[in-house]
């Protein structure tokens, strides 16, 4: 499902330009936006020109564009080393009467000559389907002159899927302009207008902009035009400065601006639904159940289906559980038919017939839940499509009631009296209905009678990643060789992503991968036996067995002393730090997880270990981490344990949960250290190991790790 949610134009880099149709409710960030006055040239005489089977058109911009008033010329922001300054970034918006027309104006300036390549080159992307692109302004000033760069005929007009890898084919065509001669120091104006909106979202979409960006910007400028007396709905950020609302015969008028905006970090591991620059949401004001009785009418009663899916469901009706019953058309949905969205046009919103779905064995996330929907209806059980966002959409109820906060459709189902939310577009899922788990999706709307705001989408157990890892150590009486075997068991959604990615691979290739992995660790590594893959679809657990052989995998120290390294890498991977700690914003965190890592070493008769009992914990926002180490007979173990606890931590909390990552780092990687000898001798040996420590001796130190 593609939601057109504003014709948001996005700028990503340093001078790269895209206009698209917004998919879902994140805000892209600008690359910075400022206002100057500036004299212009000559705009070029209005003509259509033709490319790659497109066209576009080249005039004056519509007549209903203001030029906006001087702002003082500042460089405020501007640092010594800065790269690129932005000084205009003005968008306007006209949708009365129904319509929907964008003016864009972007000026920017290239500092250095590591950013000519982005300054020189342009991309502008519509949908031909429901919108034209006319071009207004190429210029370039330099030494106090304006000079036009505008050349139709070089301007490249092309299909360019930017989300075909995702599995979705739009329709978007890019214009690719090309500045000749564009050096350090020069001003560089485009201004172009997209005029037109999907048909099919009926004027409920709504128009948003991010103040801010990784570059400070002089001014920015969103402004829209409403029919006149058409009440407006506006969520603004606090940070940007307060609309100007002007109600007149021609319409209302929606002005936000603001100077000199500074720079924000738009790099870090934030959750889905944040972003950091300050944001304001503009929407004809309207209900949420408009939504819903638009949305439904997009789902009409189905066609009838075909003889051999009929079949499928005869056969699934022999089952008197309706849970049974659900996972067997849910399943049917996820697994076989494949997930591809043709969102062009209607089909951006509108679903193919679930018939039709079936015999393609395709569809996108719209399509699917219809069918889905279809399928449990024939099976006795209500059910109804209901709108999402993939983007964490905790923050839809506070949104101005629109189409354009969703980006994804899944299905609410009614079961004995339960509510239950089914994704038909996951796949290899299995076990009971309630480890059919969905996503970290905040609130959905449902298309049902009487729906009159978002509901929460709850998550049941399922919604749990367990691992649980025992990896094993097996010396030989000297200790020559040693057998490494690692069985990872999944369950919850951590057996959904394991049997995801088994099918995926082939077990040759995914053998090699890891063996590689472990070879980084051991640097005389061999397999010992191919990998043992079991699934359990019943109680929904993946097992993968992996056995290696280590050629003298040992660190050596005095006095016979011997050290085996290892890593709680399936931890280690989840506590990494993550980027942009120092900007104070929330941090991401991969939940729910709970992951259980035992590493043990088996220890040949006449053995000892020379480490000794512990037990530590970690406890922070967002994660509890714990380890014990000890010897039961002749085994040691290193056990690992790790939980989140949150699915983020805010700003105020990142510093706490950074230090604690340090802290699980520092214990996540352990050393076995071991001897052969009798007890009576240990001391001794002991003695040396600690003198080789203090002495710094590169061949002998434990870098850092425990015993």
């Not at 340093?14 to 500036?38: D, E, F, I, T, Y």
């Not at 890019?174 to 004027?203: C, E, F, H, K, Q």
């Not at 279809?374 to 109804?384: D, P, Q, V």
């Not at 050629?551 to 709680?568: C, I, K, Q, Y």
């Amino acid at each position: 499902m593609r939601i057109f949610r504003d014709t948001q134009h996005v700028i990503s880099g340093s001078g790269r330009a895209r206009a698209h149709g917004r998919v879902g409710a994140g805000v892209v960030l600008l690359v910075g936006v400022c206002m100057a006055w500036l004299a212009l040239v000559g705009v070029a005489a209005a003509a259509t020109y033709k490319a790659g089977g497109y066209q576009f058109d080249v005039g004056a911009p519509p007549a209903w564009v203001a030029v906006a008033a001087p702002a003082a010329t500042t460089t405020a922001g501007d640092g010594k080393d800065a790269i690129w300054r932005n000084l205009l970034w003005d968008r306007q918006i006209d949708r009365r009467h129904g319509g929907h027309v964008e003016y864009i104006d972007y000026i920017y300036q290239p500092l250095t000559a590591a950013v000519l390549a982005d300054a020189s080159k342009f991309q502008i992307g519509f949908l031909p389907d429901f919108q034209s692109l006319t071009i207004h302004r190429v210029e370039v000033l330099r030494d106090g002159q304006w000079s036009s760069r505008l050349k139709p005929e070089a301007i490249t007009l092309a299909r360019r899927e930017t989300q075909f890898e995702s599995d979705m084919a739009t329709g978007e065509v890019t214009a690719l302009l090309v500045l000749d001669d564009i050096r350090v120091g020069d001003v560089v104006r485009i201004s172009y207008t997209i005029a037109g909106a999907n048909p099919v979202l009926d004027g409920l979409e709504a128009d948003s902009m991010s103040f801010g960006s990784r570059h400070p910007v002089q001014r920015q400028q969103l402004r829209i035009w409403f029919d006149h007396g058409q009440a407006v709905s506006i969520r603004r950020d606090p940070r940007i400065p307060a609309e100007r609302i002007e109600d007149g015969p021609a319409g209302k008028r929606v002005t936000l601006s603001e100077d000199d905006v500074p720079a924000v970090s738009t790099a870090g591991a934030y959750p889905a639904w944040f972003v950091p620059a300050a944001r304001v949401v503009i929407a004809p004001k309207r209900e949420w159940k408009d939504i819903v009785a638009w949305a439904r009418d997009l789902y009409p009663a189905p066609a009838p289906l075909p003889d051999d899916l009929l079949q499928r469901v005869a056969q699934w009706m022999q089952s008197p559980d309706p849970q049974v019953r659900t996972i067997h058309a849910l399943e049917a949905v996820q697994d076989e038919v494949r997930y591809f969205g043709v969102e062009i046009g209607q089909n951006s919103h509108r679903p193919r017939e679930p018939a039709e779905v079936w015999r393609r064995r395709e569809g996108d996330c719209k399509d699917k839940a219809r069918l889905l929907v279809t399928l449990l209806a024939r099976m006795g059980i209500s059910a109804e499509p209901a709108l999402v966002s993939t983007l964490g959409g905790r923050w839809v109820p506070d949104q101005p009631p629109s189409a354009s906060p969703f980006n994804h459709v899944i299905v609410r189902a009614h079961i004995g009296g339960q509510v239950v939310w089914l994704d038909p577009t996951r796949s290899s899922q299995r076990g009971t209905l309630a480890a059919h788990a969905v996503s970290d999706l905040g609130y959905a709307l449902p298309l049902a009678n009487g729906v009159d705001a978002p509901v929460p989408v709850t998550r049941g157990e399922g919604a749990i990643a367990h691992w649980q890892i025992d990896e094993r150590y097996i010396p030989d009486a000297d200790g020559h060789r040693v057998r490494m075997q690692i069985t990872t068991d999944a369950s919850g959604t951590a057996a959904e992503s394991l049997r995801r990615r088994l099918a995926e691979t082939d077990r040759t290739t995914l053998q090699n991968r890891y063996r590689d992995f472990y070879g980084k660790r051991f640097k005389n590594l061999s397999v010992a036996a191919p990998l043992i893959i079991h699934d359990d679809p019943a109680s929904n657990h993946v097992t993968v067995t992996e056995s290696y052989d280590l050629t003298d995998p040992w660190v050596s120290f005095n006095g016979g002393v011997r050290g085996l390294d290892t890593e709680a890498d399936q931890i280690e991977q989840v506590t990494r730090q993550p980027d942009g700690q120092g900007n104070r914003y929330p941090v991401a965190i991969g939940y729910p997880i709970e992951i259980t890592q035992r590493i043990a070493l088996e220890l040949p008769q006449g053995w000892n270990w020379d480490g000794t009992t512990m037990s530590k914990s970690v406890t922070a926002p967002g994660m509890d981490y714990s380890l014990v180490a000890g010897r039961k007979g002749s085994e040691v173990s290193f056990v690992h344990s790790y939980r989140s606890t949150a699915p983020w931590i805010d700003g105020e909390q990142t510093a706490h949960y950074a230090e604690a990552l340090r802290q699980v780092g520092d214990l996540v990687s352990r050393r076995f250290l071991v001897d052969r000898g009798s007890d009576s001798t240990r001391g001794d040996r002991l003695h040396s190991l600690v003198k080789d420590l203090l002495d710094g001796d590169a061949a002998t130190s434990n870098d850092g790790k425990g015993h």
